[in-house]
């Protein structure tokens, strides 16, 4: 029996204890105060108020944009942190991450972002002078300038492709190298031959942007700012030349996968009839041809040959040396083989014995 009174004892005293305990447990959870964000909190009243005192963007400017602080919580990149939080998830332009100055950084950043310039303007004014949040100006030296020093909108062609110390009315100069990316090698496709068709190095007539791009008015144009390659849409006369005196019509395309030309009047995608023709006596056929050849925009020099494009001489042609053919086309063509006069080269006209005729 003493066992037995023993063991209820114990039981008691266990199921009192712990009924002590749970009583405490519970007094303790209504006792403690529920926690408040004001507890938690970083920032000012006001930060993310624009037309508050304590308007962060005020702050930054009374510290000479020093984002040592900012880092701390929301990292070095400004993606989060430890905080959790983005500074991009209201705006994508700024704070610029580390590395946004450095030539690679910054246009690769604001490729990334799809070119955020309304947010540029949002701190540094319309005109990127420096009269909006910040006083700092995008437009000074070692920024936005030509090598005169000549302020240069961000909004201007060459800033973003092409010569960025360009004048920015310099419409050719927009043309890379560089690209988008900062890229200059020619085997890279946002580079590729367009100096070889814009610039007098090349090997025939410099040719408009307007001839394989739709060239926008302002830069917010349509279509313009993005990730997505540039469009070729061959919109002026020369790649598409009606030749055989209007009987032909090339119907020319860039095709994306093999990054070439076909079916341009550039590249020999044209017809001479000997009918119609003002030197029928050079004909072998009744028609003469080019080569139709579709060059790699990667492919550099190689892909520029003499003959490529035509042939030497062209289907259809009497046969004649490389040496000789400036007999016949003088001063497009010199007695060494070389072109002699570019502007005359790939014209959309045939130029012979000094004069020039319609295909």
Known sequence: MRTQNTTVTLLALCLLVVASLLMSCSELKTELPA???????????????????????????????????????HSKQYTGGVSGVSCYSCHSGYPHPSGFKAASGHPQMLFDQSYPLNQCKSCHGLTYNGNG?????????????????????????????GSFNAPANDLLASAPPKSVKGETLESVRGVGAHQKHLQADGIGKAVKCQECHTVPTQVFAAG???????????????????TARGSFVPAPVY???????????????????????????????SVMVGENYAPAWTGGASNAACGSCHGIPPKGHVVVALSTCGSCHLGVVGTDGKIADKTLHINGKVNVFGQQFAF
């Open 35 to 73: 926690a408040s964000s004001a507890d938690l909190k970083v920032h000012e009243d006001g930060w993310m108020v624009r037309n508050s005192p304590a308007f962060h963007a005020t702050a930054l400017k009374q510290t000479q944009y020093d984002l040592t602080d900012c880092a701390t919580c």
């Open 255 to 285: 095709t994306t996968s093999t990054l070439k030309c076909n079916n341009t009047y550039c590249h020999g995608n044209w017809k001479l009839r000997k009918a119609t023709s003002a030197s029928a006596w050079a004909f072998t056929d």
């Open 224 to 242: 313009h700012l993005g990730k997505d390659n540039a469009e070729v849409a061959f919109n002026d006369t020369l790649a598409r030349l009606s």
């Open 133 to 161: 949040e910040t006083v700092k100006s995008c437009m000074k030296s070692g920024c936005h300038v030509d090598a005169a020093n000549a302020p240069k909108s961000p909004e201007s062609c060459s800033a973003c492709h």
